[in-house]
């Protein structure tokens, strides 16, 4: 806890006379005082032991300190040398941090007022800007991503088969199995265009499956799949939504219907699959924001699937998945 004091002085420099009857002895060296020496709240020192036991010194340049200081974990400063070398500094400016301030989940400190004119990566969460991203890029006006993300950004279609091939590897491992591997995955530029084909209002979507049946009469004939996933994703975030994307396939595959929580939470066990697997600290920190997120679908849906799958296991969940 940072205090700020000033120190009034109260302390007296007295000569003393040898020819005075009454002998001063110094209250902190217990020996006789024969010349000057200070006096201080009834108390009187040699001026040694005064100005090296006595007056308060600042625990930083241990000078001694007259005026205003502060005093912080039981320690003294100079309120310069306090703000320039115990203070912590704002990793964004470099300037000591006196106000409100924000920690972020890379444990970057910086001032809150930045926030207010300096954008945050959409894929990390980090404050753009030269001292902790090197920078970053703007994406159609609306997003930004920092330095540090935008070499793993999915922006093309050339490897996006590979990708999938990956994350079906990953799905089938835990029984999630028999979904068609010619689903053509597109990249969509914008979030407005991905929310308008989905009409999904809430939450931030990043993907949308299309679903077309083929029936006659009653007899479902044929059925066809097209996932739409929003470009310049990071990849891991990529990997993640398309997980979450056929995870909806599975369903529309199984025939297997549930209300929108347990729908959107079971999806997402797919993303909760791709940030196991690769279990780094940009991949934890998307597990926690999932655990933490209050949406009643896309958050407390997949909070209870979740506890439902720990409980069961993958065989059982998948087995009575309409019965939870």
Request: glycine share 6%.
């Amino acid at each position: 806890m940072l205090i700020i004091y000033l120190i009034f002085s109260n302390n007296l420099l007295i000569s003393s006379n040898s020819n005075d009857k009454q002998r001063i002895i110094c209250d902190f060296c217990a020996s006789i005082i024969k010349e000057n020496y200070y006096t201080q709240n009834g108390m009187n020192y040699h001026p040694d032991c005064y100005s090296d036991n006595i007056q308060l010194k600042c625990s930083f340049c241990y000078k001694v300190i007259s005026g205003v200081y502060n005093k912080d974990g039981g320690k003294n400063y100079h309120s310069d040398c306090y703000r320039f070398n115990i203070l912590e500094k704002c990793v964004a400016c470099n300037k000591p941090i006196e106000t409100k301030y924000i920690v972020d989940n890379w444990d970057n400190k910086y001032h809150e007022f930045h926030l207010n004119d300096t954008p945050t990566c959409e894929a990390c969460g980090r404050l753009i800007c030269e001292n902790i991203t090197n920078g970053g890029i703007t994406i159609n006006t609306e997003r930004y991503i920092c330095n540090l993300c935008s070499k793993s950004l999915i922006d093309n279609i050339s490897n996006i088969e590979d990708i999938k091939e990956r994350v079906l590897d990953i799905l089938s491992d835990i029984g999630i199995i028999g979904l068609p591997k010619n689903i053509p995955i597109k990249l969509v530029h914008t979030k407005a265009e991905l929310e308008r084909m989905s009409q999904i209002r809430l939450g931030d979507v990043h993907g949308y499956t299309k679903y077309e049946i083929e029936k006659i009469g009653e007899r479902k004939i044929g059925e066809n799949f097209e996932i739409y996933i929003l470009s310049y994703l990071h990849e891991i975030v990529f990997e993640a939504v398309l997980a979450h994307e056929l995870m909806h396939v599975y369903l529309f595959n199984n025939d297997i219907t549930l209300k929108s929580n347990k729908r959107e939470g079971f999806c997402n066990l797919g993303s909760k699959l791709i940030y196991e697997f690769y279990n780094n600290n940009f991949s934890n920190l998307k597990l926690k924001s999932m655990a933490n997120n209050d949406d009643p679908d896309y958050g407390k849906g997949y909070i209870f699937m979740n506890s439902v799958l720990e409980k069961n296991g993958w065989e059982s969940f998948l087995s009575n998945l309409e019965k939870w």
